[in-house]
């Protein structure tokens, strides 16, 4: 049977060894059509052989650029980064090692031709073995689409240069980015992917999740903010010396943390530090917390354009909703910084999602998905998961979405927890999911249902954010 290069470039390597084996008419076809996703797998299998380890976000892009014959002006123009940078601190060392891995040398002129002949040798071994030709290196397979999205992974996709502005922004003096979105949009993704880059720079990157925190902790600002440092020391690897620092009798605790940053923390190192900061919102029920401690973040971001020992701290917030409690306009980090919204797929996106999942849907059967879900990442990547799979029709999947049968039924019964613990807001969405024209609300049921993900705004009206939450919610909530 004939295959297409869309299924060669798509399906993981054990599906198509189950379903067929390749023809030598099928590798003649692929080969002449040689296509930009080919040429990144075989120069990502080919460092991965050669160095154990995967190309980069930022080495992608310059093959990319370099496929598409823009020049390093062009690239940096696009990527948010300067020509020299792209050319010699990304671009030269990508050569090179290209060069190595293949056992030949490789320039911007002729790496085309090289990666060609490297997918052209390999894939003659595997017809000769009788083995499917992947478009992926051999150890990349359909994952269940939760929570991160490895950094090496081909399923997270870039959205409109945010990245770019993110690694960018991450560099300067004192700088704060704070991300928000609802739950499931690919957050700590992104997250992860703004410290990854930071080690490019040499710089020194501290994760911190505040999902891990005891709730004894947080209870308490001094016993929080105690555990605060003691995470951010053990990250870079210094010794304890809260006891030597902290003085209760005379300052507060947030003057506390900030002298054991400014006097110890700080000074130990010689490189600036990141510090990452996901889900911030774990805090926001904590009244006696979450006040004081945007303060003193808000404080530090401030602190960092006049002092250089805070010109090292960098700030990365990640929250899905926003803290609405009354804070002064100066304290707070929300009105600071650089602002990143992570916003659904586009339809192009979603459909090189499905191409990498290996389905081959029409326009008719994209819309028909997102008409459902819109372009939500998660539950975009749910579906594309389950009909990969073989787990189930995409006919069956719509049909079944909104119901308790359905392969979302997790995802709503968890939103639909959160509108129970609030009445008078589950009262004022049963009016948006029952109406077909928007609804007007008030301006807080309006902002907690966006920042839910619920909703999607339409000037001081909303409207159910896709046809999944309309039809689950007008049954639960009826």
Known sequence: MFTTVSQLIA????????????DQSDYEYAESAFSWMQAQAAADDAIYQHTGKHLSDIEIKVLQGSWERKTYD?????????????NKDVGNKLWRKLSA????????????????????????LLIQNNLAIPAFPA????????GLVPIDSPFYLERNGIESLCYETICKPGALIRIKAPKLMGKTSLMKRILTETHHHNYISVDLDFNSVDRNIVANLDKFLRWFCCQ??????????LNDYWDTEILGSNDNCTVYFEEYLLPAIDTPVVLGLDNLDRLFTCSDVIEDFLGMLRSWHEKGKIYPIWEQLRLAIAHSTEVYIPLDMNQS???AGVPVELREFDKQQVIHLANIHGLEWSNIQVEELMNMVGGHPYLVRLAMYEVSSSHLTLERLLEDAPKEAGIYSNHLRGHLQLLQQRPK????????????????????????LHSMGLVERQDNHVIPRCNLYRH???????
């Open 11 to 22: 399906k993981p390597v054990e599906h198509l060894m189950m379903t067929q084996m390749f």
């Open 472 to 478: 689950y919610f007008q049954r639960v909530l009826g």
């Open 425 to 448: 807001l589950a009262q004022a969405f049963q009016l948006v999911v029952k109406s077909p024209e928007p609804v007007e609300l008030n301006s807080v049921q309006i902002y907690k």
């Open 333 to 335: 980090p929300f009105n």
């Open 139 to 146: 150890e990349t397979h359909l994952s269940f689409p939760e």
């Open 101 to 124: 891995a293949l056992a030949e040398t490789v320039t911007k002129r002729n790496f085309q031709a090289a990666l060609r002949r490297a997918w052209s040798n390999k894939n003659h």
């Open 232 to 241: 951010v020391g053990r990250q870079l690897k210094l010794e304890n010396q």
């Open 74 to 86: 062009d690239m940096a123009i696009e990527y948010g980064y300067s020509p020299e940078y792209l």
